[in-house]
């Protein structure tokens, strides 16, 4: 890699950034918590502490649908409600460009008050950095969030099985639309709004009803598509999706023609996608759909024992490979 | 506040700093964890979780006795041990320029590696984000620590006594006058280096000593001086600082006359302050001089009842108040 330079694909979730992470985490930070590639991390130990971090470098930082101190929060609550914990506590620290407004700040502060209210956490430590002007680009955002694991159910990426379900519990595509449409400037008639929601209460009522649930990852960077072939990596399984099945709202659908885009592999900051034992599918999207977040879930596709990855099973009939993403379809999206 | 803007004093460790953030936080995050203000958080709950975060904008990213890479280890390995915590685990959150050259973030790797494993923690979580070319300044680094504290001892920047005696583990403004003379090409008889390195193994030995350690705090941003006056606020008492008894190296000197600078604004990533009961003070001195990185440990202040803030007792015997600071002196210095 001598010479080679970071490009914006490193950043895209797709095949650059797999490889530049896989590398370096395997070559320098090597240890068993790590190793599992989770978006989450347990630490050993009774008390069975959840970990998982995430900084926002969102561009705009203020998006129909919510800001970056509302990402900030969910994003990382859903990461750690996607092993099973009860979301506590998120770590909070600022990078900020010289010359922000400071009610700009203050916006985002109440986004952060607000969706952390609905999730339950509580911020517990704080860091602010201020930067030149040109050396950021408005704000970034990391939180730290810490749950605690109270269910004994194996969740993550390396317990899914042949003849799983997989479920996504409303709409593709929402957020990165949103985003492409305001920073485009677009308006179309019916305009896309970020999915953007703190998801660990649907998770928790799910959790409760349902006790066979595999695997449950958020679709963020790299969309459906790419988290699916993550998890088919580690579980060492093959994914078939159902294209027919894929909720997908018409102005979505508009943006992407428009723009050449693939919604299998857009971004979303309030979906997840659930692996689930095929006897519990019915009931786990029984549940979903009783809460706010879940009202358009789905069964998506299934999990086999064929190792070809991710396949999409078209509407007309064929089927085709959904590759890794390769480049950078939309950067700074969350 | 209305149509303010940030500045780059809102970043310092001084009194923008503190009223930006001391307005926000009690605004929009009150909590009795958060609002405990001291530079860790403890859970509560049986096994005495602890945890800090901090985000790391060094410029360069590069310096005389370290890097951002090791520079992020050890400031929130720092942080943690001061809670009289074992640090244990590390999250590692990268946000990168593009352009950045791939042998730098290995070399950056290289260095969390070392310095992690030095302090005895593992990396167990993590995120990489990549922006466009202009929308940072190489690489910034978040960290998120997490410590487990077995030993009872109140510690914290609340707990401080009038008669404590203040102590320092060797020279201060090591870390700012290499910053500074790296930044401006300078180069100096015997060059600075900076003092970055993870205490948590010194304080190990101290505790194990000294069973009446009141608060230990790095004092980084704003200096000695600055975070003693966060410490008297934070226990409502006064403190003196003894200007004979301060350990500074020659060249530090030379850099702070050449600049204009007072070295207890100076930042350090390598010192803590101590606060002891006076009765152990010798004996902490003993311990710390013991470790490699306590050398030049030297008792350089007490407590007092009086609530003047921080006065500084000159070598010529007369003393002045060591205010806040205003406005920045150094920017990107961690």
Redesign the interface.
Known sequence: ????????????GGKQ?RK??EG??G???S?P??DKMND??Q?D???K?I???????I?PYKFPGGDIGKLAVCGTVNDVACSGADV??L?????????????D??DI??S??KA?EEAGV???????????H????GI?I?T?G?GIKSIDADIGGEFVQPGDKIIINGNIGDHAAAILACREGLSFTTPSVSDCAPLNGMVKELLAQCSNVRCMRDPTRGGVATVAGEIARQSKVGINIFEQALPIEQSVLGACELFGMDPLYMANEGKLLIFIAAEEADKAIEVLRGNKYGKNAAIIGEVTDKKQGVVLQTAIGSSRILDELTGEIL??IC
């Open positions: 890699m001598k010479n080679e330079l970071i490009l914006l694909a490193h950043g895209s950034m530049l992470i370096f985490a070559k320098y930070f240890n918590i790590l989450f991390a630490i130990g009774g008390s502490t970990v998982s971090t995430d900084s926002f470098v561009k506590k506590y770590t909070l620290a600022l990078i900020i460009e010289e010359g922000l407004p400071i009610a700040l203050e502060c109440k952060i008050k952390s509580l911020v517990i430590a704080g860091d602010t950095k201020v930067v030149e040109g050396a950021a680009d970034y990391n730290t810490i950067p700074r």
